[in-house]
C-alpha cells in the first residue's frame, strides 16, 4: 500500500477518535484519508477483511498492539495516533515485506541498547510490547511455509529477550503488558514444538502460555490459551483432558462468552468426543458450532486473540476430522463439496495434516489408491517442510491399513515414510 505525506494532525475528527481510544475508528479514518480499501488495508497487514472491518469496529477498549502497529505502518500513521507513542513513523521509507522481521526485531533491540548505555531506567511506553509482539507475529507468518525446526531456536531466543525486557518493566502494568506479550509467544512455541511432534515441550511451552496469561490477569488471553492446550490433548490422543480444558476455558470466559469464542472451542470439543469414539456427542458438538458460527457476523466484534475467521471452511475441516477420528464404525458423512471446502486455500501445514484426515476417510471406505494418492501427496509436502506431526500421522494411516500384498502406490508410501526422518 503506498503511503503520501499527510500531516495526520490536521483531521480533528481522527485526533478526537485516538484521544477517546477508539483507535479502530483512527484506523478506519486514515484509511479513509489516504483512499484506501479494507481489502488493501488486509492485503498490506496479513490479515482478512473481516478482521480490519472488526479492527475499525472494536470502540473503546482493548487492543492487540501488534495489529495496530501493523495498520499504522501500513498507511503511515504516526503510532502515537493509535496509542502507541514515541514510535512515529512518519518521514520514513515503507517497511517491504522481506525486511519486516529484520525490522521487528532491530525494534526489539531498542530498550535493551538504552539501558546498557545508561544506568538511568529507560522510559517505558507501549511500544516495548509491541515491537515484541510484531516480531512474534513475523514468525508465526512464516511457519506457514518454513519448518518448524527452522524456526524453534530462534523463537525461544525471542521468549528470552520478551523475559529480558519484562524484567525492566517498571511497574505492575507494564509487567502485566509484557506477561500478555510472553504468553503468545510461548504458545506459539507450544505450537512449533507440536509440528514436531516433541509433546512434552509441547505441554511446557503451553502450560508456560497460560501462567503467562494469569500473570497478565487477561481473562480472555487465559481462555484462549486453555482452549490452545486442549486442541493440542484432542489431537494427540487424549480426549478426555481435551474435554477436561474445554470446559474450564467457558468456566473462564463466563456467561457472555463472544460467538466466535463458542463455535471455536464447541470444535474442539467436537473432535476430542471423535477421538473417544463418542458419536452421538460429537454431532451434539458439531451443531453447537455450527450455531455458534451463524451468529458471528451479527455479534459485537470479538477481541484479540480471536482475530481469525471461524467460517464455513474452519467448519468444513472439523467435520472431516470428526470422521476421521470416529473410523469406520462410525461413518459420518463427508460430502465432496466439504471437502473442497476445507482443502481450498489456509496454511500449508494444516492443509496437508487436513488432507491425511482426508485420505483416512477413503481408506475407511474402502478405496485404498484414492487414500494413499492423497495421504503420499501429504507426506511429501511434511518432508518439505519436515513436520514431525504430519509424518507421526502418515505413519498412523499406514498402520491402519492391512493387506497380504498391498498395492504399488502403498509401497511408494512405505519408501516415502522410510525417508521421513525429521
Known sequence: MGKEKIDWHAFGDLKDASQAGDYGRVIQRARQIAASTQGDLANSCDMSQAAVSRL??????????????????????????????????????????????AAAVAATAQPLASAVSSPAQPEWDNSQAAALRMATSSYRRLDATIASRSLAETVQGHLRLIQTVADLAPDAPHRARMASVGSEAASFAAWLAWDMADHGSARRWYGSAIGAARGANDILLCAYQTGSLASFEADTGNPHE???????????????TPSLA????????????????????????????????????????????????????????????????????????????????????????????LTLDVATRYLAAGDAEAAFTL???????????????????????????????????VREFDNQLHTAYL
Not at 72 to 93: D, K, Y
Not at 242 to 256: E, F, I, W, Y
Not at 398 to 408: D, H, I, N
Open 56 to 101: 475499525e469496529n472494536r470502540g473503546v477498549g482493548a487492543y492487540n498492539t501488534a495489529t495496530l502497529a501493523s495498520a499504522a505502518n501500513a498507511l503511515g500513521l504516526p503510532f502515537e495516533l493509535v496509542g502507541l507513542a514515541n514510535q512515529h513513523m512518519n518521514g520514513h521509507p515503507p517497511v517491504e515485506r522481506r525486511e519486516f522481521l
Open 242 to 256: 481435551a474435554l477436561r480444558l474445554v470446559t474450564h476455558a467457558r468456566h473462564q470466559l463466563g456467561p457472555n
Open 262 to 353: 463458542a463455535a471455536w472451542l464447541s470444535s474442539i470439543e467436537a473432535i476430542a468426543h471423535a477421538s473417544a469414539g463418542a458419536h452421538q456427542a460429537c454431532g451434539k458438538a458439531l451443531q453447537a458450532c455450527e450455531q455458534h458460527a451463524a451468529r458471528i457476523p451479527d455479534a459485537e466484534p470479538v477481541a484479540w486473540p480471536w482475530i481469525f475467521a471461524f467460517d464455513e471452511r474452519k467448519i468444513a475441516a472439523c467435520r472431516i476430522t470428526c470422521a476421521a477420528r470416529l473410523g469406520p464404525v462410525h461413518r459420518m458423512r463427508v460430502s465432496d463439496e466439504t471437502i473442497a471446502t476445507a482443502l481450498r486455500g489456509g496454511h500449508d501445514k494444516q492443509r496437508a495434516f
Open 375 to 409: 495421504a503420499g501427496r501429504a507426506l511429501a509436502e511434511g518432508i518439505r517442510l519436515r513436520s514431525g506431526k504430519i509424518a507421526e500421522r502418515a505413519r498412523a494411516l499406514r498402520r491402519s491399513y492391512s493387506a497380504t500384498s498391498p498395492p504399488s502406490m
